[in-house]
């Protein structure tokens, strides 16, 4: 699956530490991510309605008969306020929160209510009655901030509060209990006071216990026919309190009896125990001094293996070091011949020419001393050292004639060889070398077969390339970090360009059109933010290249295709992701890495996934089938990539073992020993739109596929796709049955021969081709 490859850019920037808890910052990321995710808008309901209720009848009566002013502080995404308009439906009513993204949120859901965004601390309005749920738990120091509402509320503050939460939540700073709340602050008292235990509801979010609080203001209420409320209620609290007490008291005197007579008891044994302990004893000395004696010989022995491990490590060492010195002499010799014969040709050229003739007459009567510095040189140095100096200053002196650079003078040696092919050029967004092998280096690797110079740009994270490195094998792909070199020296040009990079703007594209180049533009994955290097930037370039028709754009996804041909009618086209066959099938399965023995060994079946660790893993899936299937092994090779592993506990399952990264030349060995290959991801906006890498790698290894209802993996017959977590754990038993299955042999092997990377370059290449009679 290609979701990886843009996030392996920003790597850096997604390991930046986190927002401090309770800061706006932290509450605009909550409700951009996981608020709906985890119940937020649903608890915020519960806790209005459940405050409603506690609402006195004089209370409620005062607010609606005299149409109050009513302000929601800490409103959330507006939920609370909906249920509120509802009850006061005549009043004033207004929702406030401080993050931006919340407000943002409320105003959409609800655009008939009123929402500000504020600090419940910086008040600018004063209401008659100030509401709030479940906000001041937040407060380092809440019961302040409370006074200080009293400064900018009318007549009434009304709170609904966590109530004894000693065993806190880790968003929660302070604990309310009875000796929080003072009888009076400023003008205010408290005329209402009730403890609400919500364990007794079996739909509760809040397993817990809740208090619903109400302050008046004595200059605007006639608080001397309600303020008894509290005390009432406060006794009953101390009664309730007194009477668990005395039953605690009663349960802790029998327990102490019982554990005298344990103790009494423990004491008869521990008498039998010392005598036992008294004749083992004298059995542990004798044992103590052959201990010693079998210690002494073992440390004599550790100390012989650890010198001879320490030669064999140095003997390793100097033969490796011996090996790169060789290996970098030959390098050295290949590229001086290489060098030493284009001096030579153009020497040639040189010594043929008039001029030359001309002039070597006039320098041969002028420096006569620099031939006899040549002969000194050849009598004291030797004729191999002498000519390796002489051809070392003439080569500065060609390249500096002719060339800015050796950079340049070597891309000008590529180009020479490479006359009349057409060149693309891939700017630098990802290296070459990352930890998964994605697709911008499968398709360079094969375009440059389809008979194009191509330059592999990289930014040097995990690579170290300076100038040019010819790729094994693929003579016509050079990996480079020499990006404005090419732009400025090679005129004619293809610039191949992913979507996810933020770095590419508008302006260069529509710059490269003029110039009369071609852009070849690919869209990977949906446009998320946790896929681009920079959203804001990337959308609106992203609509320019799908509207202008002379880009190439290839779309990897029904989904992505569908949203490009709304905007052209030609010059695009569907190109999914594929895989290298003999990279996957030329495996010895009799050779086991070290670090799955143990699993291998255990002739179980290995349920087995590789790939990215991240947002769009269903990780509880994973524990489903764990705890489901304890039989059954399940092996995850991957890199935790956005710390997303660490929330889940999966270490708790001994069926469950977590390796890697593994670098892809290496991946083979290890998914060859899988049973069933798997793809348990989420359904979300990123994985309805991705196609994923690893399920044509699946192919060509020849398990049985099972994966999670993506759009992608629908169109495949040899994949097993489950609509839920159920059918899932299903779907992996069945698979396990169809392992030996010729028919099904059959299918896999033909879906994964139709979608190798070579066949998916030569659908660009041919789009590439066709853009030249547009």
Known sequence: MYLLFIKLIIWSWKMMSKNAVNTKEYWDDRFDTDWEENKGREQTGYFVNLAIKEFPEWLSKDIKDNKLSFCDAGCAEGDGVHVLSQFFAENELVGMDFSESAIHKAKLAYPNLNFICGNIQELSKKYDVLFSSNTFEHFLNPMESIRKLTEVT?????????????????????????????????????????????RRDPKTPWYGKQVFVVYANSNTVDIENIKFDYNVLYLKGIEQQRTELLDLNGSLRQELHSSQIHVMQKESELVACRNEVNQLDSQIKTLSQKSVQVHEELEKCRGEILEIQA????????????????????????????????????????????????????YKLRDGSNIGKFFKSIKNNGVKVTTKKVYSKLKKKYINIRYKSENEYNLQKILSHHKDKPIIIYPPLLDWDIPLFQRPQHIALNLSDCGYLYFYCTINHYDDVRGFKEYEGYPNLYITDQYELLMKNIKSRIVHVYAQDGQITSEFIHEQLQLGNKVLYEYLDALHEDLCTSKNNVIGRHLDVLKDERCIVVATADKLYQEVSQYRSNNFKLVTNGVEMNHFQSVDKSVVPDDIKKI???????????GALAKWFDYRLVEKLASERPDYEILLIGWNYDGSLEQHDLGKYENISIVGP????????????????????LINEITEATSPIKLFEYMALGHPIVTSDLPECRKYKSVLVAKDHDSFIDSIDKALSMRNDVEYNQIINSEALDNTWKSKAKHIAQLIDNNDSL
């Open 311 to 362: 030669d064999l490590l140095k003997e390793k060492k100097l033969v490796e070091q011996q090996k790169q010195e060789v290996d970098k002499q030959k390098y050295e010799v290949a590229k001086l011949i290489d060098e030493r014969y284009a001096v030579t040709l153009e020497l040639n050229k040189i010594h043929d020419s008039n001029l030359w003739k001309v002039a070597r007459k006039y």
């Open 600 to 610: 291998v060994n255990k002739k179980k079946p290995i349920i087995g996934y590789f």
């Open 154 to 198: 009318a007549k009434y503050i009304i709170l609904l509060l966590p109530f004894q939460e000693y065993d806190r939540i880790s968003e929660h700073f302070y604990t309310f209990d009875y000796n929080t709340f003072p009888v009076a602050m400023n003008n205010f008292n408290l005329v209402h006071f009730n403890e609400i235990d919500c």
């Open 662 to 681: 593994i670098n892809y030349k290496e991946l083979p060995k290890y998914a060859v020993h899988f049973d069933v290959s798997t793809i348990p991801f």
